[in-house]
């Protein structure tokens, strides 16, 4: 075991030692220290050296923790500006309304959260009233500060917005009550209440993740020069058991990396999750003091109130905190529903200093230290904490404030580890909260035991103060805006027509046929300059290494270096101005920049066209959480799931083999999801998305969607785009007829049979074998179709089906599209069955499909098709069994086909 008092090695033995002499002097005087006055005076000295190096500005390693107390001293906080008496009226009427809306709510079984903003009431009220600017303020216009507001904290967001007048009783009276068209979402849906919320944030994790790409973003349009936002801020309300999450620390490097100082966490550390403490035998306030400070951050700790400061002016022998340092959080949990003799005993009575001095407080002073007294209460210490994170430079800012989780609620709330799941207060509960508070509500407001809510009135001065501070920071917030934007000027036709005529006898993967396509239009004189290209670290999978030289790869240092292939054509050139954001090996920050550049239409008002590439596999599959988030968000632009299929992307193997992501896509309402076969079909779909969702959108249509594209990394021939009317609106409907038996050349007597082989994606030129295999060696007549989205066809369908129940007719697109096909229908695609068993139900003809279930595996594509039972031989069994079931071929048929492709 080693000895911990012996000298260990360290790398300082391998650094020169000009004077070892003075070296041992210095040691020496550290041991006097520690044997004449005791371990902690000479670690308290040893700080105070740190702390002089480092504003001296010598370079040393930072300490990760600081003692259990405030980060900023009482006699430093600055002096707050305002009304401090008129702001304690005001938060306390929005923490009746907060929770006399839930409460109220409550009777009609919907639920709500009242403790999460009963703690963090004073970190948003103080933001409020001095620091969050909103879309009017003079130096960030149109954009003000963005405000990721804590999921279970917005009662209290409505109930600010209820004083304001933004909204009114029947609102709050509608919590939870959407289905009437004139209710309030449970948490910050922005697709549910456009006009106030711009960033869900209730799947925890996603909201820290997202401000910080959202911070990062900020930047990328400044330094792009798209829009000067340096002057907003991001400001990001957490909780201290949402850190947990992995998204929610996941770039933290990453803020630090690019000096992110227009970023703040502002992390609620009231020790509870949603059932218990966070860290019940530790001290989650150190574990994230340590991570932040390790990743880069400023921390700033706002822990305890004013009534502390007595004791720890009586604490000079330091007893007291280190007492607080070794109490674990479960423990300071308690004490704060405990009398003063239990305090009394269990924490003070562990030091004879302590005990000595508990003797000069008394009862009341140590309950309102331990049941109230925290700096996450007092808008004092909040104000001290928000001033130093705008003040500090170069790095973001975490502020750990510590509060109690239902604070004001009452005993039967404060700190009780059911707060979370309790929804209401008895209304002897709010008479008491009435009385703490000082709220002038009577009894008899109280009318059949249902709680009141609180107005001071529209002229009052509460009312007059609450919006002339708003009025100077900008205007209301939360806000989300819309702003009046001009469409985007459609790009030159030749970017989409250039795919019409093939691609000869080369042959082209669907994947380098977008690349080329996006290629073109970054070049557009209008528009150009309005894609973000977005790729976790495989730009040369996808084929993008040529943008790199022409676009730059946005780095807010610039290049510092001399890249090793800058000899070559398409070196990688990184620049402050850069338009690519290459990520590295992380799906969920690319998600997270897509949704930042999606939505930058609403946030600043600046309308940016992000496209993210990705493996297939590794989007919904991962990331489908983040594409929900994007869909709340109304975020639009284009997602490509590249190298996609079950049995495209060869010798990968199981976790590579993409044969399900389409039926991840279509359960996100937002998603629009294609699998293009060929690149005129991929043209016109990214034409008809800039369209709707840049351009012109049509009477009733949602510009507020996203475009999901499968691409594949299989070169093959590339056709001709076929003539005839119909075919871009069959591409974008999701159905049209690529060929029949005749067209195709291929010859079958008059009174073959028939049947209709719909494929996608890649699989399309399977059905095209097995149709040529079908003619020639069966005399059977097969057309093809291309089928670029089943799940369009299904939502048209569905559609449809409800017009139908409101007595309007309509047929389905699949059904008009097939009516009068000969035969039965046969689909093909490289994903599960379930994928064009989608539209089964919509298409009169008998229906079969073949599909790609199971696992993935690695092997060639032939092997894998084989395998799967999707290659053109099987198809032609299929087709066959099918043909033979209705009587028009021969039942032998099938087995002599099996017999002869070996199947």
Known sequence: MTDPNAIQPSELDQLPDRDPEETAEWQASLDAVAEAAGPHRAAYLMRRTLERAEGTGIALPKLLETDYVNTIPTAAEPHVPGDPEMEA?????????????????????????????????????????????????????????????????????????????????????????????????????????????????VSMGLGPLSAIYQARFNRYLTNRGIKD?????????????????????????????????NLTFVINCNLQRLDGPVRANFKIVQELEAQFRGAGWNVVKTLWGSTWDELFQLDTTGALVRRLREVPDAQIQTYQTRDAAYIRESFFGSDPALVEMAKLLSDDKILDCFHFSRGGHEPRKVHAAYKAALDHKGAPTVILAQTVKGHTLGEGFASKNANHQMKKLTVDEFKAMRDLLGLPIRDSDFADGQVPYGHPGAGSPEVRYLQERRASLGGPAPARRTHPLAPLPA???????????????????????????????????????????????????????????????????????????????????????????????????????????????????????????FYSMFGWQRTADQMWQLGDQLGRGFLVGATAGRTTLTGEGLQHADGHSPVIAATNPASLTYDPAFAYEIAVIVREGLRRMYGEAKPGEDPNVFYYLTVYNEPLPQPARPSGPGIDEGIVKGLYRFNTAESA???????????????????????????????????????????????????????????????????????????????????????????????????????????????????????????????????????????????????????????????
């Open 229 to 261: 936002v340096s002057a907003s801020h991001v400001w990001a309300f957490l909780g201290d058991g949402e850190m947990d999450e992995p998204e929610s620390t996941a770039a933290l490097a990453l803020a630090a990396r690019e000096e992110l100082d």
């Open 89 to 201: 009226r005001i938060t306390a009427w929005n923490r009746w309304n907060a929770a006399a809306m839930v409460t109220r709510g409550s009777k009609h079984g919907v639920g709500g959260h009242i403790a999460t903003f009963a703690s963090a009431a004073w970190l948003y009220e103080t933001g409020f009233n001095h620091f969050f600017r909103g879309k009017d303020s003079g130096d960030a216009a149109g954009s003000g500060d963005q405000l990721y507001i804590q999921g279970h904290a917005s009662p209290g967001i409505y109930a600010r917005a209820f004083l304001d007048g933004r909204l009114n009783e029947q609102h709050l009276d509608n919590f939870r009550q959407e289905a009437g068209g004139n209710g309030l979402p449970s948490y910050p849906h922005p697709r549910r209440l456009p006009w106030l919320w711009e960033f869900p944030t």
């Open 745 to 903: 050349g291929l010859s079958t007597t008059a009174n073959a049979p028939r049947i209709q082989l719909l494929g996608s994606g890649t699989a399309i030129h399977w059905t095209l074998e097995a149709q040529r295999l079908l003619a020639e060696e069966w005399g059977v007549a097969a057309d093809v179709w291309s089928a670029t989205s089943w799940s369009e066809l299904r939502r048209d369908a569905m559609d449809a089906d409800a017009a139908l129940l409101r007595g309007e007719e309509r047929v389905p697109f699949v059904r008009q599209a097939l009516q009068g096909a000969e035969g039965p229908v046969l689909a093909v695609s490289d994903y599960m069955r379930q994928v064009p068993d989608q539209i089964a139900q919509w298409v009169e003809q008998d229906w079969s499909s073949l599909g790609a279930d199971g696992f993935g595996l690695s092997d060639t594509r032939e092997a894998a098709r084989r395998h799967f039972g999707v290659d053109a031989p099987s198809i032609v069994v299929a087709a066959l069994a099918q043909l033979a079931r209705r009587g028009e071929v021969k039942a032998a048929a099938v087995k002599e086909a099996r017999e002869k492709y070996g199947l």
């Open 491 to 613: 790009p030159a036709e030749k970017a989409f027509t250039s795919f019409d005529k093939g691609s000869g006898s080369q042959n082209v993967a669907t994947t380098m046929a977008f690349v080329r396509l996006v290629k073109d239009l970054v070049r557009d004189k209008e528009t150009g300059r309005r894609w973000v290209p977005i790729v976790p670290d495989e730009a040369r999978t996808f084929g993008m290494e040529s943008l790199f030289p022409s676009l730059g790869i946005y780095s807010p240092k610039g290049q510092t270096y001399e890249p090793v292939d800058r000899d070559q054509l398409m070196y990688y050139k990184e620049a402050r101005n850069g338009q690519i954001l290459n990520e590295g090996i992380t799906e969920a920050g690319s998600m997270a920049d897509f949704i930042a550049a999606s939505t930058s239409y609403a946030t600043h008002g600046e309308a940016m066209i992000p496209f993210y590439i």
